[in-house]
Nanobody
Framework: VQLQASGGGLVQTGDSLALSCAASEDRFSTYGWFRQAPGKERIILAAVSRSGRNFFVSDSVKDRFAISRDTAKNTVGLFMRGLKPEDTAVYYC?????????????????WGQGTLVTVSS
């Protein structure tokens, strides 16, 4: 199983950026985006169900980030706007095989390789 994340890069404060994650198989209950900033723990940003009908976005970014799911292409996207220097981190997509009562409780079985987002001030 492969999760291929793409779309990271160097942007300026206030810019927008779209990340994409392509999964090699379509057998997961939940897909999600996490990030890990230097010296900090990895945290969940958003999650979406396999169907795309259920989604979660962390309160910390819900006014700026959105998650999307393309079932035909088996991809998951993360659209980010109004980026800030504190958004600088490695962003990971992940997939969980087991259905959860709350998709925000996803426990990934697979992780993508991570894509670096750097926001300059």
């Amino acid at each position: 199983v492969q999760l291929q994340a793409s779309g990271g890069g160097l942007v300026q404060t206030g810019d927008s950026l779209a990340l994409s994650c392509a999964a090699s198989e379509d057998r997961f209950s939940t897909y999600g985006w996490f990030r890990q900033a230097p010296g900090k723990e990895r945290i969940i940003l958003a999650a979406v169900s396999r169907s795309g009908r259920n989604f979660f976005v962390s309160d910390s970014v819900k006014d700026r980030f959105a998650i999307s799911r393309d079932t035909a292409k088996n991809t998951v996207g993360l659209f980010m706007r109004g980026l800030k220097p504190e958004d600088t981190a490695v962003y990971y997509c992940a997939a969980d095989q087991l259905p959860r009562d709350r998709i925000s409780d996803m426990s990934p079985d697979y992780w993508g390789q991570g894509t670096l987002v750097t926001v300059s001030s």
